[in-house]
């Protein structure tokens, strides 16, 4: 991968080359073990770091701009959180109503803009394919924090981090996924990340909502297993790994379906009697509705452990990106 040309704005001097260093960070697969095992140590430091100074000046003197045009809590604002933490500045574009955009300014002129402010864009699109358009038209790294149905990569990283630092390990176990495999851009990301590394992947999903072919071809085709449920009950027992997801409601063009598909899968403290006692629950959040609030007591619940994860990883991959780590 080479970096992107260096402009007035860059001093390539003083950077340190890790592999991501001015990279536009699109798609998981520009994540090879080595470069995760290296984005997992940093992200330790930062967790380090943040509890014992709460934050530190590795990116002062950066800008980092936040281009949002689908709402977000956590990619949001664990962004603008690690940005800070480390010393950089943030130029929030929570509400593109607010901007430009609302005036009908294209996507590629909106980052052209950006990148005459910022040293990088993390940016959120209802579009598949949005990020890896504007890398396109933009001289600075873009960070795709989720692209309409495509990828999330920056959660697939702290999704994996999560898994290892529950589990101990981030291979030869079986994984399954719930709930909106279709439409939720954190599977696709996540099941691509975990891909040879040994893992058995149930997916377990109603008939309209199952893994999309490109993904199952994958799986094949790099020599990984996966089956394909409807009822959770047939796998639980087996899972190292529970990550659930909400029913994407915004990407439904029929409601209808949406309504009837809701409450598909609703898991209690009754639901994990079934399962092991290592078992972890994970959730990219928000939740509405597909995990009872009484199973955030179970110590398996690390949904909101994996929510905090996001920001040493953002923190890590920042800095990478910018090359100071
Ligand atoms: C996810 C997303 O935006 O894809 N949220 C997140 O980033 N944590 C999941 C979702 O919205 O269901």
Request: aromatic share 8%.
């Amino acid at each position: 991968m080479t970096a992107k040309p260096s402009t007035s704005r860059s001093r390539p001097a003083d950077h340190v080359d890790n592999g991501l260093y001015q990279q536009d960070i699109l798609s998981v697969r520009q994540f090879p073990p080595p470069i995760l095992d290296y984005i997992f140590n940093v992200a330790d430091e930062m967790r380090t770091l943040v509890e014992r100074f709460g934050s530190a000046d590795l990116l002062s003197g950066k800008i980092m701009a936040n281009l949002f045009y689908e709402p977000s809590t956590r990619t949001s604002s664990s962004f603008m959180a690690a940005m800070q933490r480390l010393g950089g500045q943030v130029i929030p574009i929570n509400s593109v109503q607010y901007s430009s955009v609302s005036k009908g300014e294209s996507l590629a002129d909106t980052v052209r803009t950006l990148e005459c402010y910022a040293d990088l864009i993390v940016l959120r699109h209802y579009e598949l394919g949005a990020a890896a358009e504007a890398a396109k038209w933009c001289h600075k790294p873009i960070i795709n924090a989720g692209d309409g149905v495509g990828e999330h990569p920056t959660q697939a990283l702290l999704d994996a981090y999560t898994i290892k630092r529950e589990i101990g390990r981030a291979d030869k176990m079986v994984v399954g996924m719930l709930g909106d495999l279709r439409f939720g851009r954190t599977v696709h990301s996540l099941t691509r990340l975990l891909l040879k590394r040994n893992i058995t992947f149930r997916f377990i999903s109603p008939a309209l909502l199952r893994m999309p072919d490109e993904i199952r071809d994958e799986v094949i085709a790099d020599g990984d297993t996966f089956t394909e449920h409807r009822d959770l009950e047939e796998v639980i027992g087996e899972l190292d790994v529970l990550y659930v997801t909400r029913i994407q409601k915004e990407r439904f063009t029929d409601l209808g379906d949406y309504e009837k598909l809701k409450d598909a899968y609703i898991i209690t403290p009754k639901t994990l009697t079934k399962a092991r006692s290592e078992m972890i629950v994970m959730h990219p959040l928000p939740r509405v509705g597909e995990i009872s609030v009484e199973v955030d007591e179970d110590p398996r619940a690390a949904y909101f452990r994996q929510m905090e994860n996001g920001l040493y990883v953002r923190m890590a991959l920042l800095a990478a990106v910018l090359g100071r780590a």
